[in-house]
């Protein structure tokens, strides 16, 4: 059964600082791997999709990367805002299985101004 | 373009009830997956809807049930109401087929007294 971790549960940055938030899954047979954030009270928003013929990918201060033999991600998060404060959860769409999407139980971001 | 909406927004009710919650699809997208969140176990997949047909399900009791109309516009019932239940029920969208970027909804918070 896929159990994808993530460390650390929590982090907290001061403004302007880079950071990595780490995501590892355990059966390494995924389709894609997902980056959201979300926010308090609401709904996950996406931010980044590696398949899994791919080893990163790119959005503005974003950048994530998929290592699929060791069963690992990374978010880079380029000179943090506070408006980067959020939970970011990673989630992986596995080949076998039942699930749709296998989520880690996230890392809470707090940059401070 | 519309995002994917979830009716009603809030919902409280007592044990034993019953409850059924919407989610509208973003336009084109033939796929809905349904999640429960919870702080103790995260997010849990519940089942995935393509076309009108159930394509996979989780790991909860047969209370909870969905069904999808041909409008791919989804529901989800859940019967027999208990205090666990209470919970962020979280739908997500996607084309359904090849590269299936998950776009979610702002969820559903049900409290069940």
């Not at chain 1, 982090?11 to 995924?30: H, K, M, Q, R, W």
């Not at chain 2, 089942?47 to 394509?55: A, C, L, V």
């Not at chain 2, 409008?71 to 090849?98: P, W």
């Amino acid at each position: 059964k896929q159990e994808v971790t993530q460390i650390p549960a929590a982090l907290s940055v001061p403004e302007g600082e880079n950071l990595v938030l780490n995501c590892s899954f355990t059966d390494s047979a995924i389709y894609n791997l997902q980056w959201f954030r979300q926010d308090p009270g609401k709904g996950l928003t996406s931010l980044l999709l590696i398949q899994s013929s791919q080893r990163e990918q790119t959005s503005g201060r974003l950048n994530a990367s998929l290592d699929k033999s060791s069963g690992r991600s990374t978010l880079y998060i380029a000179a943090s805002q506070p408006g980067d404060s959020a939970t970011y959860l990673c989630a992986v769409e596995g080949q076998g299985g039942s699930e749709k999407l296998v989520f880690g139980k996230g890392t809470k971001l707090t940059v401070n101004p | 373009k519309a995002g994917v909406t979830q009716t009603p927004r809030y919902l409280i009710k007592t044990r034993g009830q019953q409850v059924t919650l919407s989610c509208s699809p973003i336009s084109g997208h033939r796929s809905v997956s349904w999640y429960q969140q919870t702080p103790g176990q995260g997010l849990q997949f519940l089942f995935e809807y393509f076309s009108e047909t159930q394509r996979n399900k989780g790991n909860f009791p047969g209370r909870f049930s969905g069904r999808q109309f041909s409008n791919s516009r989804s529901e989800m019932n859940v019967s027999t109401l208990e205090l666990g239940d209470s919970a962020l029920y979280l739908c997500a969208s996607s084309i359904g087929q090849g590269v299936n970027e998950q776009f979610f909804g702002p969820g559903t918070r049900l409290t069940v007294l």
